[in-house]
């Protein structure tokens, strides 16, 4: 008799406690270049709690939750946290579709700079075949190959150069006062008083690329 009595307490109890929860279910997907697609092993649970489960191979879950206000929270790495208040009514079932979305990530601009080798022969005959006027350069590996020691040697192996004096420079036959000399794009002053191009022989081929 008592124990009849003491199955029939815990029978009733447990009923009351079943009889206190609902279930919540639902399908977690996210929209992969305009297709929605099922997300499987996402956590689901409730919020500040432990109890939830993960989804299926089919992105879908269900579990059981205690009646009362709750909040379900989805979260999967690279993807941004999911959080829904839902409210779970006793032996009813709640359905809460989730889609989940990517994390925007923001990069800061990245410049990537690239510093063009002109020494090698192959860049000096590219420079000359893309220019619009007629060009004519020599490069440090060109220099170092015909062993010019300095610029006023170096140019002399150019095709219109030529250097006066061992100093300075005459192109294609015209004199001093129709060419100019210039170092990265600045013009050079002359020391002499008497000649407007500076004379090449002080610049050693060692500060030419």
């Known amino acids: 008799m008592y124990r009849s009595f003491?199955?029939?307490?815990?029978a009733l109890a447990i009923a009351g406690a079943q009889g206190q929860s609902g279930v919540v279910a639902g399908t977690v997907t996210t929209d992969e270049g305009g297709s929605v697609q099922p997300m499987p092993f996402v956590n689901v649970v409730l919020k500040g709690t432990t109890t939830g489960t993960t989804t299926d191979?089919?992105?879908?879950?269900?579990?059981?939750?205690?009646?009362?206000?709750?909040?379900?929270?989805?979260?999967?790495?690279?993807?941004?946290?999911?959080?829904?208040?839902?409210?779970?009514?006793?032996?009813?079932?709640?359905?809460?579709p989730i889609v989940l979305?990517?994390?925007?990530?923001?990069?800061?601009?990245?410049e990537v700079v690239h510093k063009v080798d002109r020494?090698?022969?192959?860049?000096?005959l590219m420079e000359r075949r893309e220019s619009t006027d007629l060009v004519?350069?020599?490069?440090?590996?060109?220099?170092?190959?015909?062993?010019?020691?300095?610029?006023a040697a170096g140019v002399q192996k150019m095709v219109g150069l030529s250097v006066v004096g061992g100093r300075y420079l005459y192109v294609r036959g015209m004199g001093d006062r129709y060419n100019s000399a210039y170092l990265n794009g600045l013009p050079l002053p002359s020391p002499d008083p008497d000649a407007k191009v500076a004379p090449l022989d002080i610049f050693p081929t060692s500060v030419v690329n």
Do not use: C, W
């Open 57 to 96: 191979l089919d992105g879908k879950f269900r579990f059981d939750v205690p009646a009362g206000e709750h909040v379900l929270v989805a979260s999967f790495v690279g993807y941004e946290p999911f959080e829904k208040p839902f409210v779970a009514e006793a032996g009813k079932t709640v359905t809460l």
């Open 101 to 110: 979305k990517t994390l925007a990530i923001e990069m800061d601009v990245m």
């Open 6 to 10: 003491v199955t029939l307490i815990l």
């Open 119 to 124: 020494e090698r022969e192959a860049v000096q």
């Open 136 to 151: 004519q350069n020599i490069g440090a590996q060109e220099l170092k190959k015909k062993g010019a020691n300095d610029v």
